[in-house]
C-alpha cells in the first residue's frame, strides 16, 4: 500500500511540476523541469532513503492546484476560485507543513507572476500605464507626491486582480484552519506532552559537514551547478519572483547553519 500510495504521489508531483513550469516557460522547457524531477537526487533521497510519503504526497497536490489559483487571480471565474480552496484543503490533510511553506515559496511568487499576466490582458495602448509589474512599477508606490497620478494610473490594471487575490488568501486560510482543526484540538487536548525530535538536518552543517553532505549537497545534487546562472537570469528579467523564491529555498536547505531556518522550525515547534 505504501509503495502504491508513493508511486501515485510522484505521478501526481511530476504532473504538477509540468503544469506549474507552465506559468513560467515554454511546454518544452516545463517538460524538460519534468523529467528532470523525476531523476533529481532529492526525490531519490526523500522518496527511496527516506520514505517521506506525507512530504511528496502533497506537494504533488499543492503543484497541481496552484495553476487554479494562477487562473482565479488572472482570469476570475469561480470555478477556479473552488478548484483553488479544495486544492489548498487537500493539500493541508495530507501535510500541513506543506501549506504553510508553499504558501511563501509557490503562491507569492506565482500571485506576482499573475498579476502581471492580468496587468498585461488589460492594458490599453497609453503611455501612462504599461501594464505590468516590474521593480520600477513597485517604486512608485514610494516616490514623491508629484508622481502618485501616474503610479495610480499604472497600478490600475492590477486592482482586480490583487482583489481577487486577497480573497483567495483569506479563504485558503480559513480551508487550512478548517482542515487542520481536529488535529489542532488532539494535540491541544491530549495530555502526552509532543517535543522536538532530533534530526541531522537541523543541525549546523558547518560544525557537521557529514549531515551538510546528506541533507544539503545530495539533495541539491547537480542543481547547484546551475543555481548561479538560474539566480541571475532570473534576477534580470521577468522570473525576479521566481528567482527570489528559489533564493530563498538556498537559504532554509542550509539546515541550522543560518538564523532563518532555526528560527522558522522553532516557531513551528512552539
Not at 22 to 38: E, N, S, T
Not at 218 to 239: D, F, H, N, V
Request: charged residues 10%; positive net charge.
Amino acid at each position: 500500500a505504501f509503495c502504491v500510495v508513493m508511486l501515485a504521489g510522484i505521478l501526481l508531483l511530476t504532473l504538477g511540476t509540468y503544469r506549474f513550469s507552465l506559468i513560467w516557460v515554454p511546454a518544452r522547457a516545463a517538460g524538460y523541469a519534468a523529467l528532470a524531477l523525476v531523476v533529481s537526487s532529492s526525490v531519490s533521497e526523500t522518496v527511496h532513503l527516506f520514505g517521506q510519503l506525507p512530504t511528496i504526497f502533497s506537494l504533488g497536490l499543492f503543484l497541481n492546484g496552484l495553476p487554479w489559483v494562477y487562473r482565479w487571480i488572472v482570469e476570475g471565474r469561480w470555478g477556479n476560485f473552488l478548484a483553488a480552496v479544495t486544492f489548498g484543503a487537500a493539500t493541508t490533510a495530507a501535510h500541513h507543513v506543506t501549506t504553510l511553506f508553499g504558501a511563501v515559496l509557490f503562491i507569492i511568487p506565482m500571485a506576482l507572476q499573475a498579476l502581471r499576466t492580468a496587468a498585461e490582458m488589460a492594458r490599453r495602448p497609453t503611455r501612462a500605464s504599461s501594464g505590468s509589474l516590474t521593480l520600477d512599477t513597485l517604486r512608485q508606490l514610494f516616490s514623491r507626491r508629484g508622481r502618485i497620478g501616474h503610479s495610480r494610473l499604472a497600478l490600475r490594471p492590477f486592482l482586480w486582480p490583487f482583489l481577487r487575490g486577497m480573497l483567495l488568501a483569506v479563504s485558503l486560510v480559513a480551508a487550512m484552519v478548517l482542515t487542520i482543526l481536529p488535529y489542532w484540538h488532539w494535540s491541544v487536548t491530549d495530555p502526552i506532552t509532543q517535543v522536538p525530535i532530533p534530526h541531522g538536518s537541523r543541525e549546523s552543517f558547518i560544525s557537521r559537514p557529514d549531515l551538510g553532505l546528506v541533507f544539503f549537497l545530495m539533495p541539491w545534487g547537480a542543481s547547484l551547478i546551475a543555481l548561479p546562472y538560474a539566480l541571475y537570469k532570473g534576477a534580470t528579467s521577468r522570473l525576479w519572483p521566481l528567482a527570489g523564491s528559489v533564493a530563498l529555498c538556498f537559504v532554509l536547505g542550509t539546515g541550522g547553519t543560518t538564523p532563518l531556518p532555526r528560527l522558522l522550525l522553532r516557531g513551528a515547534f512552539d
